[in-house]
């Protein structure tokens, strides 16, 4: 590998720790619906769309009328490395928001987050909450998604093997028009490449395949899914489901596959800094996250609710699996410590950027092994 090359590896490696150039960062301030005795302000960092999370503020508020939300919006990448950072002109925040499970893990374990003992606890899957200080509130199917008025559905890949197959394919209309996360610059990208290369030795011919017929990549699910809708890309591999569902809603020709050979699930996590300014206020908006009243209202946005005794809006992500039970959630603890490790993340990405830039095309694998279950 030349110098020039490990340099932005390097780079890349050091963005963790400082703040990022992302352009998403839009501040939202809800006002008290009333100026009543008891009055405060939440700050929430967060990496979910703004108007996804607006019913759930707005809803919170009915409850808490004194209650005014700064709703702080940033990629996450760049809201861990600015937590790290240290309070800036704003003050600290009271909660945390993210679906980088590794890096809210990461802030768990470093100490960065206080217990916040709820009632609704126990109506979360086990996988979804750790030492009562990081709490999963969204259930996230990782989907491929298609254009559906530009690549018919017997072309769609089903399971990992058969997307190998199409990728490798001399004739493959995809060729350009595949995307998926850029791993350098998206926290959630990194940590679905790295469970993908857990699960077996597809993910790196998958990677070599994906370079040979010119991914694109990008940082977040919104840009892809734009791409998407307009035609430029085909298919987009390793996508957040719920946000190409709400596009469906709104009558976008694109349509999900959960690939039936497994299917990774992560959740949006939700803690409380140990230095939160309102903390009790912030334990307060925990538990609405988490109860049935606001998981309904989550629903209603179009993300898939983690607890089970709630109706989800979107039935093409369930929460049983694929293909009789292929789903694998990702469990929240420190198993998700071992890629954040300094030297284990520079072998990944240097691994990563090899197999997506290989100049001589892979061999086709044999179709027993390409569709082995890992």
């Given at each position: 590998m030349n110098l020039r090359l490990s340099c932005l590896l390097l780079l890349a490696l050091l963005s963790a720790l400082r703040p990022a150039q992302a352009a998403k960062d839009q501040l939202t301030v809800y006002a008290a619906p009333s100026l009543g005795p008891g009055g405060v302000t939440l700050s929430i960092f967060s990496a979910t769309d703004t108007?996804?999370?607006?019913?759930?503020?707005?809803?919170?508020?009915?409850?808490a009328p004194a209650t005014t939300v700064r709703y702080r919006e940033r990629g996450a990448q760049q809201l861990y490395a600015?937590?790290?950072?240290?309070?800036?002109?704003?003050?600290?925040?009271?909660?945390?928001?993210?679906?980088a499970m590794d890096?809210?893990?990461?802030?768990?374990?470093?100490?960065?987050?206080?217990?916040?003992?709820?009632?609704e606890a126990g109506a979360l899957p086990d996988w979804a909450r750790w030492r009562e200080?990081?709490?999963?509130?969204?259930?996230?199917?990782v989907v491929l998604v298609y254009n559906t008025r530009r690549l018919p559905a017997a072309q769609v890949p089903r399971t990992h093997g058969e997307l190998l197959r199409l990728l490798l394919?001399?004739?493959?209309?995809?060729?350009?028009?595949?995307?998926?996360?850029?791993?350098?610059?998206?926290?959630?990208?990194?940590?679905?490449?790295?469970?993908?290369?857990e699960l077996g030795n597809m993910a790196n011919a998958l990677l070599t395949a994906?370079?040979?017929?010119?991914?694109?990549?990008l940082d977040e699910t919104t840009a892809l899914l734009d791409r998407l809708e307009s035609g430029q890309l085909l298919i987009g591999y390793n996508l957040l489901g719920s946000y190409a569902q709400s596009r469906i809603a709104h009558g976008a020709p694109l349509a999900t596959v959960s690939l039936g050979d497994y299917t990774l699930a992560i959740t949006r996590t939700v803690l409380i800094p140990k230095a939160a300014p309102h903390a009790a206020e912030a334990g307060r908006f925990v538990d609405y996250l988490l109860s049935r009243r606001g998981q309904?209202?989550?629903?209603?946005?179009?993300?898939?609710?983690?607890?089970n005794d709630v109706p989800a809006a979107v039935p093409d992500l369930d929460r049983h699996g694929a293909a009789g039970g292929a789903v694998r959630p990702l469990r929240l603890g420190p198993g998700l410590l071992v890629y954040l490790d300094r030297l284990k993340r520079r072998?990944?990405?240097?691994?990563?950027?090899?197999?997506?830039?290989?100049?001589?095309?892979?061999?086709?694998?044999?179709p027993e092994r390409a569709c082995a279950r890992p």
């Amino acid at each position: 590998m030349n110098l020039r090359l490990s340099c932005l590896l390097l780079l890349a490696l050091l963005s963790a720790l400082r703040p990022a150039q992302a352009a998403k960062d839009q501040l939202t301030v809800y006002a008290a619906p009333s100026l009543g005795p008891g009055g405060v302000t939440l700050s929430i960092f967060s990496a979910t769309d703004t108007e996804v999370f607006e019913p759930l503020i707005r809803d919170y508020q009915r409850l808490a009328p004194a209650t005014t939300v700064r709703y702080r919006e940033r990629g996450a990448q760049q809201l861990y490395a600015q937590f790290l950072a240290g309070p800036g002109a704003e003050g600290a925040p009271d909660l945390l928001i993210s679906s980088a499970m590794d890096l809210q893990t990461k802030l768990v374990n470093d100490g960065y987050a206080q217990p916040h003992a709820t009632a609704e606890a126990g109506a979360l899957p086990d996988w979804a909450r750790w030492r009562e200080e990081i709490y999963g509130f969204s259930y996230e199917p990782v989907v491929l998604v298609y254009n559906t008025r530009r690549l018919p559905a017997a072309q769609v890949p089903r399971t990992h093997g058969e997307l190998l197959r199409l990728l490798l394919d001399p004739a493959s209309p995809v060729q350009g028009r595949i995307g998926t996360y850029d791993v350098l610059s998206s926290s959630v990208g990194y940590l679905l490449a790295t469970q993908d290369a857990e699960l077996g030795n597809m993910a790196n011919a998958l990677l070599t395949a994906l370079g040979h017929n010119r991914a694109q990549l990008l940082d977040e699910t919104t840009a892809l899914l734009d791409r998407l809708e307009s035609g430029q890309l085909l298919i987009g591999y390793n996508l957040l489901g719920s946000y190409a569902q709400s596009r469906i809603a709104h009558g976008a020709p694109l349509a999900t596959v959960s690939l039936g050979d497994y299917t990774l699930a992560i959740t949006r996590t939700v803690l409380i800094p140990k230095a939160a300014p309102h903390a009790a206020e912030a334990g307060r908006f925990v538990d609405y996250l988490l109860s049935r009243r606001g998981q309904q209202v989550l629903a209603r946005s179009g993300i898939l609710p983690i607890r089970n005794d709630v109706p989800a809006a979107v039935p093409d992500l369930d929460r049983h699996g694929a293909a009789g039970g292929a789903v694998r959630p990702l469990r929240l603890g420190p198993g998700l410590l071992v890629y954040l490790d300094r030297l284990k993340r520079r072998q990944f990405l240097e691994d990563w950027n090899d197999s997506l830039h290989q100049a001589v095309p892979p061999p086709a694998p044999e179709p027993e092994r390409a569709c082995a279950r890992p």
